[in-house]
């Protein structure tokens, strides 16, 4: 018989990443800065809507944006382009950022001044759910071409998000997908989620998303 010891690593990871969230948390409060932490699968439109993001607040505060990427700098360099300080992070194969990799993008991003820091998460339905990055809300964005069966395919993303974009409306017309479903579904999984549709393409919706945003940023700056 073979004597061996099972050691349990996986919940002691989740521990210590989640204390390392709450302490950026602290961190952020105390700056000033809003983190906000946006996923969702590839090619759901997550760059456009930043890209939205920033036009609609721009003249109110001061954004500050990270890219997370596998590999390659084309969304920091698209991001770029509207002057917006912004950063490229590679995670070295990783599907996901924790508090700690978070951590160290803020860094590189300097927060100092900044209103509304966006971390674009790596495009996945999965892994980023289940790191705590340290971010003040969670938001993701589910495109209408992905279909309205996701929050029944990926129940912890659509549970730990405080707001649910439903983008690209624009072609809805073109593909089988229920809206009321998917709120019906998500709500049933998360009471308390928000759920805004968007075009990031046409720009429809995008002032409720904006709204959505100043309240959080006022709230958690005190104001």
């Known amino acids: ?7 349990e690593i996986k919940q002691s990871v989740f521990d210590d990443n989640d204390r390392q969230a709450e302490l950026l948390r602290n961190e952020l409060k105390k700056e000033q800065t809003f983190l906000l932490n946006l996923m969702s699968s590839p090619g759901s439109g997550k760059t456009t ?11 109110e505060m001061i954004i500050g944006i990270l890219e ?29 950022l924790d508090a700690e990799m978070t951590r160290q993008g803020l860094l590189g991003l300097g927060t100092a001044g900044i209103d509304l820091a966006i971390l674009e998460n790596v495009g996945n339905l999965v892994c980023p759910a289940e790191f705590d990055t340290g971010a003040v809300k969670n938001a993701m964005i589910l495109s209408v071409p992905e279909g309205d069966d996701k929050p029944l ?18 072609v809805g017309a073109y593909f089988d997908f229920d809206f009321e479903a998917v709120k019906e579904r998500v709500t049933k999984l998360n009471p308390g989620i928000t759920v805004i549709p968007i075009s990031a393409k046409t720009g429809a919706g995008i002032g409720e998303w904006a709204d959505w945003l100043r309240t959080e940023v006022r709230n958690w700056n005190g104001n």
Do not use: W
């Open 68 to 96: 997370a990427d596998i590999d390659s700098d084309v969304d920091a360099r698209t991001v770029s382009g509207t002057g917006t300080k912004v950063i490229q992070l590679h995670t070295g194969g990783m599907c996901h």
């Open 49 to 59: 809507t930043v890209l939205r993001t920033i036009e609609a607040l721009k003249d």
């Open 1 to 7: 018989m073979n004597v061996y010891k099972v050691l």
């Open 153 to 170: 395919k990926y129940p912890l993303m659509f549970s730990i998000v405080d707001v649910l974009l439903i983008n690209k409306i624009d």
